[in-house]
């Protein structure tokens, strides 16, 4: 009885260790997950600041505003990343541009604006 008892409580420490073991893993991926988007989104606004920022001269405000917008884009735009047909993959990254320029139009001066959309089509 006490060696089904011993065997009993040694099997029910491993799994309560293994199920430990797993949710630290698990929060450590979601930890470097959140890192890489947050990376993400700073590479995606450095971006657009490196394009301007010679010429057009950004305030900090703008350039806070501009790392908020593609704070608030990124999630879709992995997302969209994520789509396996192409087609479908290039009309919503389309779309995503449309109103990620739609939300720089607002923050940038109209000269800003215009020497960003001619940056962008040189760029890419």
Known sequence: MKKHLLIAAFAFFLIGGSQMSFAQTKLENQKVAIENADSSVKKNAQKVINLLEREAKLDADQKTKVYDI?????????????????EEQKQKKT???????QKLQQVLTQEQYKLYLTKTATAY
């Open 95 to 101: 779309k995503m541009q449309a109103y990620i320029n």
């Open 70 to 86: 593609f704070a608030a884009v990124d999630k879709k735009l992995r997302a969209i990343d994520m789509i396996e047909d192409a």
